[in-house]
């Protein structure tokens, strides 16, 4: 019998607002861009979004639009998971978003404030 291990799945609670991109350079040479996010629970999250990899194709548009000052809500995200654990960015509270996620736009619209505003008045603030 061939016994798989399955790297344990976990949904990343959204719908999220992307707050915004950053391109970044990799200590690996080449570049990345850092998505930020914040769910209507107030998490911070992150993703790592290499132009070199596959996944960049699925969030160039959303880094695009940002970039752009648009607002943007998307869903349907995982949390990158190792040894059956979510990773955290530099130790901290802020969980990992795998880049392969399934990006799914929920509301893209030209005024970026009307989306914050949506945000803070979900989280009260």
């Given at each position: 019998?061939?016994?798989?291990?399955?790297?344990?799945?976990?949904?990343a609670?959204?719908?999220?607002?992307?707050?915004?991109?950053?391109?970044?350079?990799?200590?690996?040479?080449?570049?990345y861009?850092?998505v930020?996010?914040?769910?209507?629970?107030?998490?911070?999250?992150?993703?790592?979004?290499?132009?070199?990899?596959?996944?960049?194709?699925?969030?160039?548009?959303?880094?695009?639009?940002?970039?752009?000052?648009?607002?943007?809500?998307?869903?349907?995200?995982?949390?990158?998971?190792?040894?059956?654990?979510?990773?955290?960015?530099?130790?901290?509270?802020?969980?990992?978003?795998?880049?392969?996620?399934?990006?799914?736009?929920?509301?893209?619209?030209?005024?970026?404030?009307?989306?914050?505003?949506?945000?803070?008045?979900?989280?009260?603030?």
């Open positions: 019998m061939i016994e798989r291990m399955y790297m344990a799945v976990q949904t609670t959204g719908p999220w607002v992307v707050m915004k991109t950053a391109d970044k350079e990799s200590r690996y040479g080449g570049d861009t850092e930020t996010l914040v769910n209507s629970k107030g998490e911070i999250a992150h993703t790592y979004v290499d132009p070199d990899n596959k996944n960049a194709k699925k969030w160039a548009e959303i880094i695009d639009l940002t970039e752009r000052g648009w607002g943007i809500i998307i869903d349907d995200l995982k949390y990158k998971v190792k040894d059956g654990a979510i990773v955290y960015k530099n130790k901290s509270q802020e969980p990992l978003i795998n880049a392969d996620s399934r990006v799914k736009p929920v509301l893209i619209q030209k005024d970026k404030d009307q989306v914050l505003k949506r945000l803070c008045d979900v989280l009260d603030l």
